[in-house]
């Protein structure tokens, strides 16, 4: 289901952030997309805490990813 795999990408990156960087989109141009301040957005690419499903499915949109593939838990857990 996620075809990134987790050794390339940092370890502490959460999967928003590793889609985000293999898409090549700026975290200016997400927050823009989401429609929330810049710092809003910075904080969702944390690993934890988890986003609410209602934001993961509203970044998934703006990724064009499923939700699916931004939840880190079905990696076992956050990629440390």
């Known amino acids: 289901h996620v ?8 370890p502490d990156w959460s ?6 960087e293999h ?10 997309r989401l429609g929330v301040d810049h710092s809003i957005y910075i904080e969702l690419e ?6 609410r499903q209602v934001i993961l499915d509203r970044v ?3 990724l064009g990813v499923s939700p699916d593939q931004l939840d880190d838990t079905l990696l076992g857990g956050p990629i440390h």
Request: glycine fraction near 0%.
């Open 60 to 62: 998934s949109e703006a």
């Open 46 to 51: 944390r690993p934890r805490p988890r986003p």
């Open 15 to 20: 999967l928003i952030r590793a889609w985000r």
């Open 3 to 10: 075809p990134l795999h987790p050794e390339t990408f940092a």
């Open 23 to 32: 898409l090549n989109i700026s975290t200016a141009d997400m927050a823009a």
